[in-house]
């Protein structure tokens, strides 16, 4: 079975530009989740779909962060424009209804 | 929102040993208990969970026990190896499954 796929692995930008991730989830898996991990800590979750439609997106910084995923297969998670801050690991996560969830590899994120 | 810590924050065992770390959790609605290690550089992957009508749960040198009614649970590693060495993130969650995860233990275990 594949598993969750996330690209690009690394992603270099200077402060102010944008940068657009993008995540593939199990075949199958209806919810899917988008994570920011900062060094150091744990994975905080920004968004979550069911299916085409937002569950939570409460922690989603909305003046900066997009995210969609059309036709309730894959999603992108966009910056626009990034700060400083923004730099970690974005991972991707997908599950079936109220299961267990499988992370991607995650995309490292440096603004300079 | 869910508040959750874990204790230790970091842990160094002789190989062998057994290591135990502790999750405190504030929300009485959580019901979905799953411990996640992540190796450096690695996608955190699932070690061991249990859902709230279940005490304990063992899987070879892993288990965990919850208590719900003090609101913690612990992740069990016994007979510690080297490869056990990485950080571990308690999650637990709620109805739709969406997780908190704590700040992460990172256990070193030493050959």
């Known amino acids: 079975e594949a598993g969750v796929a996330q690209s690009p692995r690394y992603k270099i930008i200077e402060k102010r530009q944008s940068v657009a991730f993008w995540c593939n989830p199990i075949s199958g898996h209806a919810t899917l989740y988008w994570y920011q991990q900062i060094l150091g800590q744990g994975p905080k979750l920004l968004i979550q779909?069911?299916?085409?439609?937002?569950?939570?997106d409460s922690q989603l910084p909305k003046d900066r962060f997009s995210a969609e995923r059309l036709k309730g297969v894959d999603s992108t998670l966009k910056i626009q424009p990034a700060k400083l801050e923004d730099s970690a690991v974005y991972l991707c996560?997908?599950?079936?209804?109220?299961?267990?969830?499988?992370f991607g590899a995650g995309t490292r994120l440096s603004v300079l | 929102g869910e508040n959750v810590e874990q204790h230790p924050s970091t842990l160094s065992v002789q190989e062998g040993d057994s290591a135990v770390i502790k999750c405190t959790y504030s929300d009485s609605a959580s019901n979905y208990f799953p411990w996640y290690k992540q190796e450096l550089g690695k996608r955190p992957q699932l070690i061991i969970d249990i859902r709230s009508n279940v005490g304990e749960k063992k899987d070879q040198r892993i288990a965990v026990t919850l208590n719900k009614t003090a609101k913690h649970f612990s992740l069990h590693i016994t007979e510690t190896q080297p490869e056990d060495s990485a950080v571990y993130f308690c999650a637990p969650g709620a109805g739709s499954y969406q997780l908190t995860f704590g700040k992460g233990t990172k256990l070193s275990v030493i050959p």
């Open positions: 996560a997908s599950s079936l209804v109220r299961d267990i969830q499988y």
């Open positions: 779909f069911q299916n085409n439609g937002v569950v939570d």
